[in-house]
């Protein structure tokens, strides 16, 4: 997650292959089959009594394999409180990040955006490229997504925003790659250190240049939604921010301020975890040092797997290893909440999808490979208190397979 050159040249090279390729299919397979058999018709599908939702589905280099373009569908999947649940099928998309407020739950796919309520499931046409970054609901009804566009024919590299309000959607081309972003106010902004055409500004900027890494670009802040007056992002500001990474998803906008958590490599090459304070009006920022009162070292591929959320001048985190950590804003001062036991990463045995909500830290894990079903869990965010453990009789073997690799997460917003 936080070498992400990897990924976005995979996608760049994707989406060349749709043009070169022509399209095959494949019969299910046996987990494919337990998908299929809970689906529920668009016509019939609701909210219901779900707590929680997460989405199988195919990976970009499934999509477009040596052999040809594949389409396999997707599946978002309803989770309710006893661990039964039921799905939407839906055409591809990586990466697909599900998103929940008190307007209902938003969702894509390469051919349209999706409302899903109480009432009933909404869907509006807006065909989009097949690997997303980042979803938002807008805090008046509504959604804006992220996706990666890729490197463009004239230079530069960018990413597509999708917009759904009130039935109408609408697509535009940003500069940049946005992998980390936030909703301030119903303004959706953007961190990134792939700027695309505005490589050519940050060189011009007094001390935006690494002197360890002359190739490497600073960081910058863009408002992706609303549009600027020429029709794409809205450059806010820079730091010099000249590698390592930022974890990848959603951070928290508290007064029109970012706070976020970076693994920053300053000019002369040196690396050191932060914590970062980025305002949206006027493009100062502030960052501090994580400073651990024990033995606390973190790890740079751990990093990637961080999940955030502020709560009163507290930035909480979970790290890969399932700790939870406390960081205050205004100091960088760190302390250990409480321990998950739930792990995540490549290393590990273990995949776990977290999610905060309101007072609580949900998860969602399966361990790869082994017998038994995947496990939702929810935490009391201050002590780390099991409130809820229900088993969901999807078997660990059923996901992470070919074309049902497991996505992201979102839960039903505390009243």
Same mark, same amino acid.
């Given at each position: ?26 019969? /299910? ?5 337990? *998908? ?7 016509? =019939? ?20 394999? !040596? ?30 990040? !599900? ?12 051919? /349209? ?18 690997? +997303?970054?980042? @979803? ?11 996706? #990666?566009?890729?490197?463009?024919? #004239?230079?530069?590299?960018? #990413? ?34 792939? !700027? ?7 060189? =011009? ?13 600073? +960081?910058?802040?863009a408002r992706l939604y609303p549009q600027s007056a020429g029709g794409g992002e809205? $450059? ?36 050191? !975890? ?17 400073? *651990? ?6 790890? *740079? ?5 961080? $999940? ?41 045995? @273990? ?33 780390? =208190?099991?409130?809820? =453990?229900?088993? $969901? ?23």
């Amino acid at each position: 997650m936080l070498r992400r050159t990897g990924r976005a040249i995979a996608a760049a090279v994707a989406m060349a292959a749709v043009a070169l390729t022509g399209c095959t299919s494949r019969s /299910s397979s046996g987990p494919q089959e337990l *998908f299929d058999r809970a689906v529920v018709p668009e016509t =019939k599908v609701r909210l219901g009594d779900a707590v929680m939702a997460f989405f199988v589905g195919p990976q970009n280099s499934e999509m477009y394999s !040596p052999v040809g373009e594949v389409h396999e569908p997707g599946y978002l999947v309803l989770v309710d409180a006893d661990g039964s649940f039921r799905a939407v099928k839906t055409k591809r998309m990586d990466m697909m990040t !599900p998103v929940w407020s008190g307007h209902g739950l938003y969702f894509a796919d390469e051919g /349209s955006d999706y409302r899903l309520t109480a009432s009933g499931l909404t869907r509006v046409a807006n065909p989009k490229i097949t690997a +997303q970054n980042l @979803m938002f609901a807008l805090p008046k009804d509504g959604s804006v997504g992220v996706y #990666n566009n890729g490197f463009g024919a #004239n230079g530069g590299y960018s #990413n597509q925003v999708a917009v759904t309000t009130e039935g109408d959607a609408r697509l535009y081309d940003v500069q940049g790659n946005y992998f980390t972003g936030a909703s301030c106010d119903g303004q959706i902004f953007g961190l990134t250190n792939r !700027p695309g055409t505005h490589e050519s500004e940050a060189a =011009k900027l007094p001390g935006m240049t690494s002197t360890a890494d002359p190739a490497a670009r600073p +960081q910058m802040l863009a408002r992706l939604y609303p549009q600027s007056a020429g029709g794409g992002e809205k $450059v806010i500001a820079w730091r010099p921010h000249f590698g390592g990474g930022t974890p990848a998803g959603q951070v928290p906008c508290h007064d029109g301020v970012i706070t976020f958590l970076s693994w920053d490599t300053d000019a002369d090459g040196r690396e050191q !975890p932060r914590i970062v304070s980025w305002d949206t009006v006027s493009g100062d920022y502030q960052a501090h040092p994580l400073i *651990f009162d024990d033995a606390t070292k973190l790890d *740079f591929d751990d990093f990637g797997y961080i $999940v955030q959320d502020r709560q009163d001048g507290q930035l909480h985190w979970v790290y890969a290893d399932g700790r939870v950590f406390s960081t205050d804003v205004a100091t960088g001062k760190t302390a250990t909440l409480f321990n998950t036991a739930l792990g995540t990463g490549v290393t590990r045995p @273990m995949q776990t999808l977290f999610a905060f909500s309101g007072t609580q830290l949900h998860a969602l894990s399966a361990i790869r490979g082994a017998d038994g079903d995947i496990t939702y869990t929810v935490f009391n965010r201050a002590d780390g =208190k099991t409130l809820r =453990k229900v088993s $969901v009789s999807i078997p660990n073997t059923g996901i992470n397979v070919s074309y049902l690799n497991l996505s992201r997460m979102t839960v039903r917003p505390e009243t």
